[in-house]
């Protein structure tokens, strides 16, 4: 039988998330935690990703964003979508899916992005917070892609305003 001593140290102490839990709509910055590549129960649909993403900062810092991504040809757009949200579209080239699926993966973790959220009610009528669009980083005039805080800040029209003198 293990032993227990509550001074030691067992990781995070972080309050767990209630399953029911969800983020209001809107957009936040996003590190993708983990990809997974997972098969459905249904053997005649495509494999898909799996992607856990943790909110980086805000009010909601440290909230878990899941999304998923099938590897059919018809969510392409939505797998480009992410490659270029989390800026490694570049570097990962024509790959067979599911195949070679183990790139993206490699690619993914660790990165850092912005998503816009949508809340919807499932079947079991509880809300969940899903990705309604990723946005794909603009690079400054520098290149860069992230402030020094490893933070992406979008250039969105509805983000700006002129009017404002600082």
């Known amino acids: 039988m293990p032993k227990f001593n509550p001074s030691e140290d067992y990781g995070s102490n972080k309050p767990r998330e209630k399953k029911d839990f969800h983020i209001p709509p809107g957009t936040y910055n996003v590190k993708?935690?983990?990809v997974?590549?997972?098969q459905p129960k249904d053997p005649t649909k495509n494999e898909y990703f799996?992607?856990?993403?943790r909110v980086c900062s805000g009010q909601f810092n440290g909230s878990t964003i899941w999304d998923v991504i099938s590897t059919g040809q018809r969510s392409f757009?939505?797998?480009g979508s992410f490659c270029k949200a989390?800026?490694?579209a570049d570097v990962v080239g024509e790959i067979e899916l599911p195949e070679q699926a183990d790139i993206i993966i490699a690619r993914a973790t660790d990165r850092i992005g912005h998503v816009e959220t949508r809340v919807e009610e499932m079947n079991?009528?509880?809300l969940k917070t899903q990705v309604a669009r990723y946005i794909e980083k603009e690079a400054t005039p520098e290149g860069e892609m992230v402030d020094?805080?490893?933070i992406f800040e979008p250039n969105l029209p509805?983000?700006?305003d002129e009017d404002i003198p600082f």
């Open 50 to 53: 799996n992607v856990r993403m």
């Open 158 to 160: 509805e983000d700006r």
């Open 32 to 34: 993708v935690e983990a």
């Open 86 to 88: 989390f800026g490694f």
């Open 148 to 150: 020094d805080d490893g």
């Open 77 to 79: 757009w939505k797998l």
């Open 36 to 38: 997974e590549l997972r």
């Open 124 to 126: 079991n009528k509880k």
